[in-house]
């Protein structure tokens, strides 16, 4: 089975600086895309940032220039550094991958539980 795991999120003030953290664990014998998506108390999901392995990235408008998504494909785990953080980047931010596994037939995508990232005026 497959596993990912968020972590880094804090209570931060306006104009500071998290770096989240999501690692895959499991039977794995690759991924492609790996993303960011965030939730707000009474919005729906929506993606953040993605990267693929050759090391492209994309962002939603919002956060380009502040967020940068990276990561380390020999420890299976992506990374999203935001910058100038605003109260609005408020949320739950939930790591995405598209993996498969050892001696799979196709891909499955697969969710982390979420970390808990809080920005106050």
């Known amino acids: 089975q497959v596993q990912l795991m968020e972590s880094g999120g804090d209570l931060v003030q306006a104009g500071g600086s998290l770096r989240l953290s999501c690692a895959a664990s499991?039977?794995?014998?690759?991924?492609?895309?790996m993303a960011w998506y965030r939730q707000a108390p009474g919005k729906q999901r929506e993606w953040v940032a993605s990267?693929?392995?050759?090391?492209?990235?994309n962002y939603t408008d919002s956060v380009k220039g502040r967020f940068t998504i990276s990561r380390d494909n020999a420890k299976n785990t992506v990374y999203l550094q935001m910058n100038s953080l605003k109260p609005e980047d408020t949320a739950v931010y939930y790591c995405?991958?598209?993996?498969?596994?050892?001696?799979?037939?196709?891909?499955?995508?697969?969710w982390g539980q979420g970390t808990q990232v809080t920005v106050s005026s």
């Open positions: 990267i693929i392995s050759g090391g492209s990235t």
């Open positions: 995405n991958a598209n993996i498969l596994r050892r001696y799979g037939y196709y891909a499955n995508n697969y």
């Open positions: 499991g039977s794995i014998y690759s991924i492609n895309v």
